[in-house]
């Protein structure tokens, strides 16, 4: 279905909610860079996802860049500090769609280097900088999959 890409992340129980997302939907998780925790099987069972053994799953340990220069695609990448809802985007099958770590997200190098594929969770109370990232990974999925049954049913 999708291509979920976590920069850096560190919280196990959220990539774990993320990897059930991605087997769910048939999707696979690609987690890049330095991981805030272990992928050993205890922690990872412990993040609540004992059938990690199932998820379609890669660890790239380069950086997001050099990630990006070795596979080519549609990148649609997600941060708080865009302007761009994200139902602008029309969704394909295999598109990669890129979200931050749960401390500082994307980081303005990699924000300002896609300005045309950066795109926004819209929230309506101001207080709350950000939503959880399986929560958000979970909106944008869905979202591509309503779209892509959508065309089907066309």
Known sequence: MFKIVLVEPLIPPNTGSTGRLALATESELILI???????????LR??????????????????????VNEHK???HLFST??????????????DYLVFGNEDGGLG????????DSIYRIPMFDYRVRSLNLATSV???????????SMKKLV
């Open 73 to 75: 695609g549609r990148y």
């Open 33 to 43: 860079g330095k991981l805030g925790f272990h992928t050993d099987e205890k922690t």
């Open 108 to 115: 303005k190098e990699i924000i300002s280097s896609f300005p």
């Open 46 to 67: 412990r993040a609540g996802l004992d059938y990690w053994k199932y998820v379609k799953w890669h660890h790239y340990e380069k950086d997001f860049f050099s990630f």
């Open 81 to 94: 500090h865009a302007t761009t809802p994200y139902t602008e985007i029309e969704f394909q099958a295999n």
């Open 138 to 148: 979970g909106i944008i999925v869905y979202e591509g999959i309503r779209q892509l």
